[in-house]
């Protein structure tokens, strides 16, 4: 597989070459996944990382350690996970695109700020290379078991974006998808991954800078004193000034109305603000959610699955296909907000959805939720191991 | 007849007041002494980052006429750490409470102050939880009467001013909300400061810790603090105690230290620096 692809930690020294950046690592590589995430998020532009150690996704941290100040990115190592997510905000309202890099544990006790980016519409990138939990779990170990926990972690309503990678190519791509969504729609974006995806070495093709497209968010075209920082324009997204440009404004994880001023007593406030928050991407769903389907046309059995399970899925559909078996795929390229409009399609179609998880059965329940009466059945796998594509498709056919 | 405006009215976001605070409540002597800091400094508002959290004071970063922000309880600092590390040239201020900043977000202080991260914090130290009704904190006196602590405290409270000085801030001071005019003089060091700068404000709460403390008339409450107070400056902050009876007020470390986002920069500098040297401007090895 790795043939003389340079391994991006030892690459050669590229002299005198044109459009050379140190951002974008141009060229193509044989590159673990935790790290295609990191330069994915510096092609992206990401420029400050906050973050604490925590297995499977440390090489995240490590990466962006070493080659943030190369670009004039700061990295923090804070103190608990707590804090990073803390920072990441603050350094989001200071302007700089920011992300934070963990793993379930990590991941719990970023979900209170991470309530907070989604209250004061905050854009920034939280990647969580998923272990095997509840609790400390098994922390080398893989597993899907947070990706309930991405769209209902922190309390209250709110809505967020989460997309789900299957190989070090997309752990790049993805994480420079994930930086321009939460541009756009000033909210968290998750990039929800495995320690298999994150710790797979595999080819990596990193773009020109100019073929990644790259989106900032929409900066007040007004002065100061007509600025309103939570009025949002038609497509529900406010404007964002930054600290120290004379905006002078007020930012609070209060329920609050345009003039970001807290609102604690009035119900209309409260349910317009919730509601813009949860519609700013509900409303969007169709355009956000990205699957990719394999053989689905004539399939009688679809497999929905997404992260490296969808890998050992798209090996069972193969295998069937080459045993005449009608078996199509229905990659899950985005988790949240779930893509239901291709799934109700898809259900529409077959006799029989499967959906195998590294979990005890989670996003099987949107599934559930969008197949109508078709049969709709889980596969869930718990501890190390993948599921063989022998058994998806046995159990698609069963 | 035009109508007659405070003469700091411009540093407030008018449209938030009348603030929440009761009558004789500390807190909104720490808001005029920072107007009043910011005013004779002729500080660069549009430098200053208000960061607060939950808790009364937590309210202060709506008052102030700057950017601000109202983080979640305990979490003011490390929301400053993340400004400051990308931009240098604001001067974050995180104004909150003592049970905000040592309790909640205990942590994100002794850490903070580790790093010596240019930020100022001004602490309200009222010596319980007022916006949940009075429960017992990190700093409730021994024997105290709070909602949760109905037969007296029994645990030791933080003193807060040897805590900074121990975790390594390099301007640390203590006084009381009745010394006004020492706590502006403080607070214009501190904001100047290069480091992690800490005031502590020991503040009435005449409504909740006052009403079951025998300091329930504001006015009570004010001698009390004169009564108790005493000026004690440059002494080891391990003998400057806060009790009933006693309470140790002063400027107790003024101190200089290499500055974390300075020693970032530098760092940085040094590493693009080296690639430069190497050729390798452009695209590097990793």
């Known amino acids: 597989m790795r043939g003389d692809l340079p391994r991006l930690r030892h690459l050669p020294n590229r002299e005198g070459g044109e459009n050379l950046r140190r951002d974008v690592l141009t060229g193509t590589y044989f590159s673990l996944g935790d790290v295609a995430c990191a330069e994915g998020a510096l092609a992206a532009g990401c420029r400050f990382f906050a973050g604490y150690p925590i297995t499977p996704a440390t090489e995240i941290a490590e990466h962006m350690s070493r080659r943030l100040p190369e670009v004039g990115g700061v990295y923090l190592q804070m103190e608990d996970e707590l804090a990073s997510m803390a920072a990441v905000i603050g350094a989001s309202y200071a302007g700089v695109k920011s992300m934070t890099a963990t793993s379930g544990p990590g991941f719990s006790l970023m979900q209170e700020n991470i309530g907070l980016a989604a209250m004061t519409e905050t854009p920034c990138v939280v990647v969580d290379v998923m272990r095997a939990g509840p609790s400390t779990g098994q922390p080398t170990k893989t597993s899907q078991q947070d990706v309930m926990q991405a769209k209902w972690g922190s309390h209250g309503d709110y809505e967020v974006i989460a997309l789900s990678p299957s190989s070090v190519q997309e752990m790049f791509d993805l994480t420079v998808e994930a930086f321009n969504l939460s541009e756009v729609y000033r909210c968290p974006v998750f990039v929800m991954t495995d320690e298999i995806v994150g710790h797979l070495m595999e080819r990596l093709a990193i773009p020109k800078p100019e073929e990644n497209r790259l989106v900032d968010r929409k900066k007040p075209t007004i002065p100061p004193s007509q600025y309103l920082p939570f009025r949002a324009d038609e497509d529900l997204v406010p404007e964002m000034a930054i600290f120290g440009e004379g905006y002078r404004f007020y930012a609070t994880g209060l329920t609050h109305d345009e003039t970001g001023h807290p609102q604690t007593d009035s119900p209309e406030e409260h349910a317009r603000l919730v509601q813009r928050l949860c519609d700013k991407i509900r409303k969007n769903a169709n355009r956000i959610a990205k699957v990719e389907g394999v053989f689905l046309d004539d399939a ?64 099987v329940r949107e599934v559930e939720r969008c197949a109508g009466r078709r049969k709709v059945e889980s596969l869930p796998k718990l501890g190390d191991a993948l599921h063989t594509p022998q058994e998806i498709l046995a159990h698609a056919l069963s | 007849m035009s109508a007659v405006q405070h003469p700091l009215e411009h540093y407030t976001r008018s449209g938030m007041i009348p603030h929440i605070w009761c009558n004789g409540c500390g807190d909104g002597v720490i808001l005029g002494e920072f107007l009043r800091a910011l005013d004779e400094l002729k500080y660069d508002i549009n430098r200053l980052v208000v960061v607060s959290g939950i808790g009364c004071i937590g309210r202060i970063s709506g008052y102030t006429n700057t950017d601000s922000f109202h983080t979640t309880h305990g979490r003011a600092l490390a929301f400053a750490v993340g400004v400051k590390a990308v931009r240098p040239e604001l001067k974050p201020v995180v104004i909150s409470g003592d049970g905000d900043l040592f309790a909640i977000g205990g942590n994100h202080f002794i850490h903070a102050a580790r790093r010596n991260i240019d930020v100022t914090v001004i602490c309200s130290n009222n010596f319980n939880y007022g916006m949940t009704g009075g429960q017992s904190g990190p700093t409730t006196p021994i024997d105290a009467y709070t909602t949760t602590t109905r037969y007296g405290n029994i645990e030791h409270p933080f003193n807060l001013a040897h805590l900074a000085a121990a975790s390594g801030a390099v301007y640390v001071a203590r006084w009381t909300s009745i010394h006004v005019k020492r706590m502006r003089e403080s607070i214009k060091k501190a904001i100047n400061k290069k480091g992690f700068s800490f005031v502590e404000v020991i503040t009435t709460c005449p409504e909740e810790y006052g009403r079951r403390n025998k300091l329930a008339d504001p006015i009570e409450g004010m001698k009390w603090l004169r009564e108790v107070s005493v000026v004690r400056s440059f002494i080891d902050p391990i003998e400057a105690v ?45």
């Open chain 1, 300 to 363: 009688d059995v679809c497999i929905v699955g997404y992260g490296s399970v969808a890998r050992s899925a798209l090996s069972a559909v193969v295998e069937g296909r080459e045993k005449g078996i009608k078996i199509g795929l229905l990659r899950l390229v985005t988790l949240w907000p779930f893509p239901d409009q291709v799934v109700e399609e898809v259900a529409a179609q077959v006799d029989k959805i499967l959906v195998p998880e590294m979990n005890y059965g989670q996003m």
């Open chain 2, 242 to 286: 806060v009790q009933p009876d006693k309470i140790v007020v002063g400027e107790f470390v003024d101190t200089e230290k290499p500055e974390y986002s300075d020693l970032l920069l530098e760092s940085t500098r040094k590493v693009q620096a080296n690639l430069e040297k190497e050729g390798k401007l452009t695209n590097v090895a990793l």
